[in-house]
């Protein structure tokens, strides 16, 4: 199964972003942390299933909590 590896500046947004749903309501950035992983796990079975971006990248969202970075 193929590694996933996240940059430190995506490790602090995911952290932050936990922060703000708990912030939002008791439990909510846990149940973020929990789609993130059972995002990563898809990503890690299933590489190829999502479209590729003109960089070469390929982006898998989240269902309950779907953002776009602007970056």
Known sequence: MP????LPEAKIELFE?????EAQARGLGVDFQQEVERAVTDIRLHPQAWPGLPDGTRRRLLERFPYLSST
């Open 3 to 6: 590694k996933v590896k996240f």
């Open 17 to 21: 972003a936990a922060l703000f749903y």
